[in-house]
């Protein structure tokens, strides 16, 4: 999960690093009114999920209230990669002197939370990481041990020369350590970290990507959630405890296991079709998930048929097929459906199947390749 | 013969008397399983289809000399029973259970490694050796004994796989399912390492997916150390970048962990990649034939073959020079 730049700047800010001081507001009056309350120069900061937003025009300096508030009126509302903007943070401008880029991430090849520091900071680091990898120091830190102030020290010593600075940063670095375990975060990210001309080092941007295995023990980070910033339908799947993603193609898929679901997609690829989603009905085979999953997509209207793949193991096919004649009295849809079910119950299933009268077919190949010839008759 | 499971296994399931548990415990029995034991605290002495429950894995391991753990338990208490398996000896620990935070995993994987235990998981299926052992909750019927050892990051895909392979007459040695999340005990090159030593296994299939940098990884190890051909699929090509793909660890992030990446590594590799899960078994058959007609050309190294055994039959003692010897013997060729 990922949380907007202000939330993740309070958990940094809880933990103690310092970050400058700033509101969050949905309307350009109100920043007109931080603003003004700051009598300062500020930054009003677009607040998406997406990444890119500088770039995008997310990100302004407002010498004034009165620029911060024409400045607020021009972002909210904005469209940055699909996400309107809803909300802005004002932020006291700070003034930079140099920027850095800290980080921790969860390393899957090592298995231990990796630092990431570089001098070149305030841009892509993707791209120095890319482009110039030796700018980029790591240090990948023994989970049981912990990070050590010493190391912290060594990782700061790469970033700044006066001890005044190093210091500050490798507390920063401790602090940041804490962050990424108190809140079981996958990513933690100061981009940029600067140094003011008063020889302070400040985080002036914050970012932090959960864990979703981890929220049940995180009810505060959960809450945090931006529901509005996603689309509905992934919204409504994650409620039916669905693992769905929309994607724009024609061919509506429901599949259990998400190996399976991503084969089917590419398959739906493979012999010229589109993909409409992807969707994982899991392990159970409650018969009420197979009618959430076809309510879902039938109300993407860009669908035009669906493809329905059961490799029955845990899951029941006899299971999906009632699932499936409830969804047809329920829903009654409005396009073709074909099925293959597989597996454990597979006769049961096909008994129950018979009153809807269905297309089937025994193979992923060939239910895949009738899915997309019946999208094309309803095309 | 067969990796990491056999007729040897003395399984131990932990959480059996949940909903899960209780079913697979059941299935595995049926299946032939030597299953001796299960865990919940506060159910000992009691019995779930007529196997014993304990308090704890350290009295089940103590009464019964279980030597493989398997674990059902919820998402919040699963890595606990890692450590309590682990703790009481057990050396392999298979975790079904879904949901697992991967910060606990990196904190527990340390300690299964120093007390030398494996751990297969979390989030998979487990393992099947057919005809001798099931370790989790893949579906018994549609595998076969025969010579082919497959590994998998997914569940329901390896099923797919599986199916197709029995299908084609074309049996199985192990089938893995190490798990689709981010920090998992056992990878694929484990894997590979493990079918490369079983003499029974003659050909591989490894299915990945999108994430991580394992199946690049892999490549670069198959060619360097594997003799025996390996042909793979990789799911997730339509998949947009930055979204999870059901898996925990099925996401493309920052430009990495593509499809396309994984199948360019592979096939650089000299690793055959199908375009669909039906077509695995035809290039494993093409694959296994030049196999074999490559170790018929060379006779000098038919003859070091031979040589080796002859050799370690000499050597008798000490098994575990059989895979070294042969290794050196198919790399001088």
Redesign the interface.
Known sequence: MKVHEYQARQLFADHGIPVPEGETTDSYTEAFEIAERFNKPVMVKAQVLVGGRGKAGGVKYAENAEAARVLATNILGMDIKGETVRQVLISVAADILSESYVGII?D??T???VFMVSSAGGVDI?EVAAKTPEKIHKLAV???VGLKPFQARNLAYKLFRDIGQVRQTADILMKLYDV??NV?A?LVEINPLITTPGGDVVAIDAKLNI????L??RPRIAEMRDVEAEDPAEVKAREADL?F?K?DGSIGCI?????????T??????YGGD?AN?L?IG?SSNPQKVVAAMDIILSDPNVRSILINI?????RCDDVANGIVEAFSQLKPSVPVVVRL???NEKQARKILSSVDLPSAD???KVVKKAIELAGETA | MSIFIDKKTKLLVQGITGRDGSFHAAQMKKYGTNVVAGVTPGKGSTKVAGIPVFNTVQEAVEKTKANTSVIYVPPAFAVDAIYEAVAAGIKLVVCVTEGVPANDMMKVMPFVKEHGARLIGPNCPGLISPDKSKVGILPGNIVKKGNIGVISRSGTLTYEAIWALTFEGMGQTTCVGIGGDQVIGTNFIDCLEAFEADKSTKGIVMLGEIGGSDEEVAAKYIKKNLTKPVVSFIAGQAAPPGKRMGHAGAIVSGGSGTAKDKIEALTKAGVPVAGSPTEIPQLLKEAMKKARAKAAAKPGKKAATKKTVIRKTKAAPAKKTKPAGKTTARKRK
């Not at chain 1, 864990?211 to 981890?214: G, K, L, S, Y």
């Not at chain 1, 599949?255 to 084969?263: I, R």
């Open positions: 969860l899957r090849v298995q231990r939370p993707e023994d989970p049981v990424f375990w079981d996958s864990d979703d295995n981890a049940f023990r693992s993603v994607l599949v259990n296991g998400a190996g399976l679901a991503m084969t997609m590419d398959l739906v690829k493979r993909p992807f994982d392990g490799f029955g193991g845990i899951t597989t597996g454990t193979t992923l190949d």
